[in-house]
T-cell receptor, first 116, second 112 residues
Framework: KAGVTQTPRYLIKTRGQQVTLSCSPI?????VSWYQQTPGQGLQFLFEYFSETQRNKGNFPGRFSGRQFSNSRSEMNVSTLELGDSALYLC???????????????FGEGSRLTVL | GNSVTQMEGPVTLSEEAFLTINCTYT??????LFWYVQYPGEGLQLLLKATKADDKGSNKGFEATYRKETTSFHLEKGSVQVSDSAVYFC???????????FGTGTRLLVSP
């Protein structure tokens, strides 16, 4: 069974630009979550989607947005990039609904964003 | 909201040594508790979990017991290997769907 796939793995942007990151969950998983990992703040929850609906959102500014498609694939977008947005962005999937244990997540390898 | 405190690293051990990584939490309600591991250059992997008080999670020789009375979930392994070198994260569920609160991570370095 293929794992969670994130693209691109690495990218470099400049301040003010916008970026879109993609995540393909494990087949059959309907919940996709996004986390930001930085050396200073650690791992922080961005948002979670299930069946194309955002069910939960962390404390990030509106520049951070996401969506989920009918095939459960998800994208997140960061607009007007700032230096502090440099981070590893991790996507995680889970069966969702009443299946599995809440919090039992399957993570991708991440997309490392560098903002110059 | 819920929060997690885990010991600072790095933890440096020789192969076959005993490992303990401390984790304490503050939470309302009855969260589920997790240990995740991150190997160099990789995403996080679930190592073990416990969903209620006194549950013991175990996997690959690692163990942790959900202690409600001390609000702790310490990770232990009797004999570490070089391949266990990684960053270990304690986490618990927070309010809402699939939201985890993570500790700051503890880097483990095991030398031959």
């Amino acid at each position: 069974k293929a794992g969670v796939t994130q693209t691109p793995r690495y990218l470099i942007k400049t301040r003010g630009q916008q970026v879109t990151l993609s995540c393909s969950p494990i087949s059959g998983h309907r919940s996709v979550s996004w986390y930001q990992q930085t050396p200073g703040q650690g791992l922080q929850f961005l948002f979670e989607y299930f069946s194309e609906t955002q069910r939960n959102k962390g404390n990030f500014p509106g520049r951070f947005s996401g969506r989920q498609f009918s095939n459960s694939r998800s994208e997140m977008n960061v607009s007007t990039l700032e230096l502090g947005d440099s981070a590893l962005y991790l996507c995680a999937s889970s069966p969702g609904g009443t299946s599995g244990v809440t919090g039992e997540l399957f993570f991708g390898e991440g997309s490392r964003l560098t903002v110059l | 909201g819920n929060s997690v405190t885990q010991m600072e690293g790095p933890v440096t051990l020789s192969e076959e040594a005993f490992l303990t990584i401390n984790c304490t939490y503050t939470a309302t309600g009855y969260p589920s508790l997790f240990w995740y591991v991150q190997y160099p250059g990789e995403g996080l992997q679930l190592l073990l979990k416990a969903t209620k008080a006194d549950d013991k999670g175990s996997n690959k020789g690692f163990e942790a017991t959900y202690r409600k009375e001390t609000t702790s979930f310490h990770l232990e392994k009797g004999s570490v290997q070089v391949s266990d070198s990684a960053v270990y994260f304690c986490a618990l569920t927070d309010t809402g769907f699939q939201k985890l609160v993570f500790g700051t991570g503890t880097r483990l370095l095991v030398s031959p």
